[in-house]
T-cell receptor
Framework: DQQVKQNSPSLSVQEGRISILNCDYTNSMFDYFLWYKKYPAEGPTFLISISSIKDKNEDGRFTVFLNKSAKHLSLHIVPSQPGDSAVYFCAARHLSNDYKLSFGAGTTVTVRA | NAGVTQTPKFRILKIGQSMTLQCTQDMNHNYMYWYRQDPGMGLKLIYYSVGAGITDKGEVPNGYNVSRSTTEDFPLRLELAAPSQTSVYFC?????????????FGPGTRLLVL
C-alpha cells in the first residue's frame, strides 16, 4: 500500500527554468516530510524537509510547499542547473512511528543545457 | 572519512543460496538501517539498530537477518535467496533515530536472484 506517491516518474526541464516535483500522500498522521536527491551509483542524500505545522520551507534554490488539506507537497528548484539532474524522492514520517519513513518511488529530473 | 561503505556493489545469486551484505560506517553513529528499493518503488526499511547488540524489525524483515556486534558494522544476511529479494539494498547510519535528515546512505548493493 503506497502511502506516498510521486506520480511523475520523470521530468525534463531547460537549464535556468523552474523544476516542480510533486508528491501526494494518503495518511493524515504524517507530520514531517523530506526530500532526498540521488545520483546514479550513490545513496540518497537529504535535501530539504518541512514540518506539518508549516506550509513552506526554503533553502537556497530549493523550496518545499505543503498543502495539508490536499495532502500534497511540491519541491521547486529555481533556477534549475545541470547538476540537479538526479532522482528525487519524497518521504514522510508518521506521527507515532517517528523512526520510520514512507518513501515515494522517485522522480528522475533531467536538466537540459 | 569514508562515511557509509557497502560491499559488494553487485552480486548475482542463485535461488536458495545465502550471502551477507556488508555495511560499515566510520562516523560513530549509534543508529544504522537497512533499506531495499525495488524497481519503481520507494525505499522500504528492512531492519534497524539503535546500538551495538540491539536490532529491531522494520517494515519488510522476512527473509533477512541482521546483527550488530560493533558500532561500525551492520551486516545483512540472506539465508535462502528468492527472486523476490532481487533489489537494490541501501545501508544508512545516523546520530539520531528520529531526525531522518541526519541519515547518511551508502552507495547501495544491487542484488539479482536467479
Amino acid at each position: 500500500d503506497q502511502q506516498v506517491k510521486q506520480n511523475s516518474p520523470s521530468l525534463s526541464v531547460q537549464e535556468g527554468r523552474i523544476s516542480i516535483l510533486n508528491c501526494d500522500y494518503t495518511n493524515s498522521m504524517f507530520d514531517y516530510f523530506l526530500w532526498y536527491k540521488k545520483y546514479p551509483a550513490e545513496g540518497p542524500t537529504f535535501l530539504i524537509s518541512i514540518s506539518s505545522i508549516k506550509d513552506k520551507n526554503e533553502d537556497g534554490r530549493f523550496t518545499v510547499f505543503l498543502n495539508k488539506s490536499a495532502k500534497h507537497l511540491s519541491l521547486h528548484i529555481v533556477p534549475s542547473q545541470p547538476g540537479d539532474s538526479a532522482v528525487y524522492f519524497c518521504a514522510a514520517r508518521h506521527l507515532s512511528n517517528d523512526y520510520k519513513l514512507s518513501f515515494g518511488a522517485g522522480t528522475t529530473v533531467t536538466v537540459r543545457a | 572519512n569514508a562515511g557509509v561503505t557497502q560491499t559488494p556493489k553487485f552480486r548475482i545469486l542463485k535461488i536458495g543460496q545465502s550471502m551477507t551484505l556488508q555495511c560499515t560506517q566510520d562516523m560513530n553513529h549509534n543508529y544504522m538501517y537497512w533499506y531495499r528499493q525495488d524497481p519503481g518503488m520507494g525505499l522500504k526499511l528492512i531492519y534497524y539498530s539503535v546500538g551495538a547488540g540491539i536490532t529491531d524489525k522494520g517494515e519488510v524483515p522476512n527473509g533477512y537477518n541482521v546483527s550488530r556486534s560493533t558500532t561500525e558494522d551492520f551486516p545483512l544476511r540472506l539465508e535462502l535467496a528468492a527472486p523476490s529479494q532481487t533489489s537494490v539494498y541501501f545501508c544508512a547510519s545516523s546520530y539520531s533515530l528520529t531526525r531522518q535528515e541526519t541519515q547518511y546512505f551508502g552507495p547501495g548493493t544491487r542484488l539479482l536472484v536467479l
